[in-house]
């Protein structure tokens, strides 16, 4: 892609910001590298999504107030999270219903907001992929990726519910950030539990139920013998990264598979150094094998 | 797959509530699940089915369909889905199964069944706008990286909750 890319709100969410910063780190800087402006609007809150379990329409007027926000200063909605993209992504879907936006719109003037439609939402996976280009992130590639073994886990809600996300991607043979991964010179791995979900929704109703899932993905990544699975969402590096040690300790397991988000992956390839620009040191699996693969030899 | 034996009870027809069905699917969102014929596609995809067989999306809008009111909204597992949107992905009469279990849950809630998890997440947006809890630490790492301060107080948050009637569910305190 060549021109200008149109400058983007970033959207945080609630657990990046807060217990993953990491993510928002690096994520900040592969943006800044490939010429991706990120405005931030503090007036964002969170997107709903948990929300509609008690109430539909308190988890629509959180999203509606967030689209609002962006909509006033201009600007379409770059997110970190995979189920804030989609909750946001569904809530522009609902609100193109007329009945249903000015029911919203009633309930917004109470804060001063109003949400008329025409912005998108676009997770920074997206971003990379459409707005910079395959071509353009090979281009910048300082490092070399290519003795590493990465297997993508894309997060269900980045491409569903499919209607939200006009085209973009197929949920059932996903492509995407298998050709994210191939830009930055590593090898995507694919495997058979690749669109299992992480079972970060059930978490806090269930724990039993997410480590079943979480440990499903996990038997499968350690035969296959990877360097590290890439996330793409915060809740996903959470179920897989904090869990996996959680699950170690309290089924005596000894799994040890590397979680990388994908703008670390990203921002290794670009030449970033890995602490300061990618907050690599906070992850809690160790990395030092794939550190050493793409060359590295610093100490986290 | 291990079987549920309280399947093997037979259904009491005087225990049934035959406007259950049509409560549920006079929510637009959940008028689709006229047009299940219960194929099961939903079922055989889902993750949580795989580990917890008593979930089953497959059963739950039979039951619905049945009328076993109390039976559907005082089921635990209705809080087990994890949202991946598989059964809405795969089904062939695009009866939106996820829609249809929100409809179920908020009705569960206005039963007094809202599970703490989410009553708490609530309260926190309120007060942050976030649901996850800010303290000095963690302002201090942010500033460490150089990352901005969060700054939202929620205040509007809170406003605009306040007109669902969710804060109602909250003070009620009606946890399960």
């Known amino acids: 892609m060549s021109g200008r890319i149109t400058p983007y709100a970033l959207f945080l969410g609630c657990t990046t910001p807060t217990q993953v910063i990491q993510y928002e780190l690096s994520s900040r800087w592969v943006c800044e590298q490939l010429g991706i402006e990120l405005v931030d609007i503090n007036d964002f809150v969170c997107c709903g999504i948990n929300q509609i379990n008690l109430s539909r329409e308190a988890g629509l007027l959180l999203a509606a107030m967030n689209l609002a926000q962006a909509e006033r200063k201009g600007l379409d909605i770059l997110t970190l999270c995979a189920a804030c993209t989609g909750a946001l992504a569904e809530a522009i879907e609902q609100l193109k219903d007329q009945a249903t936006r000015t029911r919203v719109n009633r309930k917004l003037q109470a804060i001063g907001l109003e949400y008329t439609g025409g912005i998108r939402v676009k997770h920074i996976s997206r971003v990379l ?71 970060g929704k059930s978490f806090p109703i269930s724990r039993e139920l997410a480590f079943s899932l979480i440990q499903t993905k996990l038997d499968n990544l350690t035969h296959k013998k990877i360097d590290t699975l890439v996330v793409q969402c915060q809740t996903c590096y959470l179920m897989y990264e904090d869990q996996q040690k959680v699950i170690n300790r309290h089924y005596r397991k000894d799994y040890s598979v590397p979680v990388l988000l994908f703008p670390q992956l990203l921002g290794l390839a670009l030449g970033g150094d890995p602490k300061k620009d990618l907050g690599l040191h906070l992850n809690g699996i160790a990395l030092h094998n794939l550190l050493f693969k793409a060359g590295l030899h610093a100490r986290l | 797959m291990s079987q549920n034996n309280k399947s093997k009870e037979p259904i009491h027809i005087s225990n049934l509530d035959v406007k259950f069905r049509l409560e549920v699917t ?87 069944y809202a599970p703490s998890p989410w009553v708490e997440q609530t309260r926190q947006i309120m007060k942050t706008g976030l649901v996850v809890p800010q303290d000095e630490h963690l302002a201090e790492k ?14 509007q948050a809170k406003k605009l909750l306040e007109l669902t009637g969710i804060d109602k569910i909250i003070k009620a305190g009606n946890e399960r």
């Open chain 2, 26 to 112: 006079s929510h637009q969102e959940a008028s689709a699940l006229n047009a299940c014929f219960s194929c099961g596609t939903c079922t055989a995809g889902c993750p949580i089915s795989e580990f917890f067989p008593e979930y089953s999306p497959k059963k739950l809008a039979k039951m619905v369909k049945l009328g076993m009111r109390q039976s559907v909204l005082r089921n635990p597992f209705i809080w087990y889905c994890t949202t991946c949107r598989s059964c809405d992905q795969h089904c062939p009469q695009n009866v939106k199964f996820f829609n249809i279990l929100n409809v179920l849950k908020n009705m569960a809630v206005k039963e007094g």
């Open chain 1, 129 to 199: 992929y459409e707005d910079v280009g395959l071509d353009s992130i090979e281009q910048k590639v300082q490092r070399d990726l290519s003795k590493l073994q990465v297997a993508p886990h894309y997060g269900c809600h980045y491409l569903m519910p499919e209607s939200a996300f006009d085209g973009f991607d197929d949920p059932d043979n996903p492509k995407t950030l298998h050709q994210l991964i191939s830009a930055t010179g590593a090898c995507p791995v694919q495997y058979e539990t690749l669109n299992l979900c992480c079972g």
């Open chain 2, 142 to 155: 942010r500033a460490d990286f150089s990352l901005p301060a969060l700054k939202n107080d929620g205040i």
